[in-house]
């Protein structure tokens, strides 16, 4: 079993920062690419950033240069530093990977039971 679980939610001012991380377990052979997306109530669950294992990085447009995706790939981490949150950036965040298994050894999608950000003041 693959399993995906996120910390660092929570409550935040306008303007403040918060930092996801979200740490892989189980018979894991590898983890290609990792990732963040979010859900707002009654909209569609949307790519917040990607990290491939090289490290290349990929960005929705409204948050570049806000936030920043990282990972540890010995600790099977990734992070997202989220600054200058806005209201909008209210969400439940999800991370995302895909891995391989040693169970199947085929490439699957994971999800993270997702953790919710509140900008509020």
């Known amino acids: 079993q693959v399993q995906l679980v996120e910390s660092g939610g929570g409550l935040v001012q306008p303007g403040g920062s918060l930092r996801l991380s979200c740490v892989a377990s189980?018979?894991?052979?590898?983890?290609?690419?990792m990732g963040w997306y979010r859900q707002a109530p009654g909209n569609k669950r949307e790519l917040v950033a990607a990290i491939t294992s090289g490290g290349i990085t990929n960005y929705a447009e409204s948050m570049k240069g806000r936030f920043t995706i990282s990972r540890d790939n010995a600790k099977k981490t990734v992070y997202l530093q989220m600054n200058s949150l806005k209201p909008e950036d209210t969400a439940v965040y999800y991370c995302?990977?895909?891995?391989?298994?040693?169970?199947?050894?085929?490439?699957?999608?994971?999800w993270g039971q997702g953790t919710q950000v509140t900008v509020s003041s």
């Open positions: 995302n990977a895909d891995v391989i298994p040693q169970v199947t050894w085929r490439s699957s999608q994971y």
């Open positions: 189980g018979y894991i052979y590898s983890i290609s690419t």
